[in-house]
């Protein structure tokens, strides 16, 4: 049974940083895209960034344009986690935030909720202004 659990969410002041953490059991992610998506209140999940493995050393990443320049995708393929550092965070930035592994090696990077099979059960970010 493959299971996601992401670590490192909680409230911050507008400005400052987190690091978000999401470790995989049962499934290794090598070779296997991952992403970070998030949901505000009334709105549709959107992806953050997402970063796929191409060869265990080449790795494409896209990013929201909202976060560009202030938030930064990573994997540790060797611990079977990934990470999404969050700088310069805004009161926008809050959201309950889901990791996600997609199940098929692609040679891109996929960016659709649909392309992703299995799904952390979240964590809350709040930015305080």
Same mark, same amino acid.
């Given at each position: 049974?493959?299971?996601?659990?992401? +670590?490192?969410?909680?409230?911050? !002041?507008?400005?400052? $940083?987190?690091?978000? $953490?999401?470790?995989?059991?049962?499934?290794?992610? $090598? &070779?296997?895209?991952?992403?970070?998506?998030?949901?505000?209140?009334?709105?549709?999940?959107?992806?953050?960034?997402? =970063?796929? /493995?191409?060869?265990? &050393?080449?790795?494409?990443?896209?990013?929201?344009?909202?976060?560009?320049?202030?938030?930064?995708?990573?994997? %540790? &393929?060797?611990? %079977?986690?990934?990470?999404?550092?969050?700088?310069?965070?805004?009161?926008?930035?809050?959201?309950?935030?889901?990791?996600?592994?997609? !199940? /098929?090696?692609?040679? +891109?990077?996929?960016?659709?909720?649909?392309?992703?099979?299995?799904?952390?059960?979240?964590?809350?970010?709040? =930015? +305080?202004?």
């Amino acid at each position: 049974q493959v299971q996601l659990v992401e +670590s490192g969410g909680g409230l911050v !002041q507008a400005g400052g $940083s987190l690091r978000l $953490s999401c470790a995989a059991s049962g499934r290794t992610i $090598s &070779n296997l895209p991952v992403a970070w998506f998030r949901q505000a209140p009334g709105t549709e999940r959107e992806l953050v960034a997402a =970063v796929s /493995d191409q060869d265990g &050393n080449t790795y494409y990443t896209s990013y929201a344009d909202s976060v560009k320049g202030r938030f930064t995708i990573s994997r %540790n &393929n060797a611990k %079977n986690t990934f990470y999404l550092d969050m700088n310069s965070l805004k009161p926008e930035d809050t959201a309950v935030y889901h990791c996600a592994l997609a !199940q /098929d090696f692609t040679p +891109s990077v996929p960016t659709m909720r649909e392309a992703y099979h299995y799904w952390g059960q979240g964590t809350q970010v709040t =930015v +305080s202004s």
